[in-house]
């Protein structure tokens, strides 16, 4: 059974730095690309970035280029998304997803970013 746990959301001041991380577990993480989305509110989800099995192939939305980053620990099964100088524009459900089969998500963990 594939689970994909976010964690590390909450509320932080424009300008700030917050790290989410993505545990997974139910598949062989290490074989697979995995991505971050995001959700705002009345907005539809939108990729943040994506990352390839091995680490060696990232891509960001233009939007987050420069200001996150995307990493994954293959021996801890986990994917991280390293997020500074935030925005209020950047409050939202963030989530990960597994590029596995049909493709799988976690439940997503809530940023809020306001002072």
């Known amino acids: 059974q594939v689970q994909l746990v976010e964690s590390g959301g909450g509320l932080v001041q424009p300008g700030g730095s917050l790290r989410l991380s993505c545990a997974a577990s139910g598949f062989t993480f290490k074989s697979y690309a995995m991505s971050w989305h995001r959700q705002a509110p009345g907005k539809e989800r939108e990729l943040v970035a994506i990352?390839?099995?091995?680490?060696?192939?990232?891509t960001y939305a233009e939007s987050m280029k420069g200001r996150f980053t995307i990493s994954r620990d293959n021996d801890k099964n986990t994917v991280y998304l390293q997020m500074n100088s935030l925005k209020p524009e950047d409050t939202a459900v963030y989530y990960c997803k597994a590029h596995y089969g049909s493709g799988y998500w976690g439940k997503g963990t809530l940023v809020t970013v306001s002072s």
């Open positions: 990352i390839s099995s091995g680490g060696g192939t990232i």
